[in-house]
Nanobody
Framework: QVQLVESGGGLVQPGGSLRLSCAAS????????MGWYRQAPGKQRELVAT???????NYADSVKGRFTISRDNAKNTVYLQMNSLKPEDTAVYFC???????????????WGQGTQVTVSS
């Protein structure tokens, strides 16, 4: 069993900042990658940023230069620092992990429940 728990969402004015956190817990063997996706009403879920283990960080073009993803491997936690927020950033943000567990040793995708980010004046 794996749990991904997001926190840090909320309401912010355009140009403001938020910092999202996601902690993975459970009988984890190894985490290959963690990241963030988002889904706005009426739109498909889209990649925001990913941070693979030993790989290059990847950002969606729409957030480059504004968002920063980071990871604390000891805590199995991924962060998303969001600066210069825009109304179009409004969405439910989902934590993502690509990992293996003791019960399911093959690597697979896991998702958090989502945290709401609303950018509005």
């Amino acid at each position: 069993q794996v749990q991904l728990v997001e926190s840090g969402g909320g309401l912010v004015q355009p140009g403001g900042s938020l910092r999202l956190s996601c902690a993975a817990s459970g009988s984890i063997l190894g985490i290959n990658a963690m990241g963030w996706y988002r889904q706005a009403p009426g739109k498909q879920r889209e990649l925001v940023a990913t941070i693979p283990s030993g790989g290059n960080i990847n950002y969606a073009d729409s957030v480059k230069g504004r968002f920063t993803i980071s990871r604390d491997n000891a805590k199995n936690t991924v962060y998303l620092q969001m600066n210069s927020l825009k109304p179009e950033d409004t969405a439910v943000y989902f934590c993502y992990a690509y990992l293996s567990t003791w019960s399911i040793p093959r690597t697979r995708d896991y998702w958090g429940q989502g945290t709401q980010v609303t950018v509005s004046s």
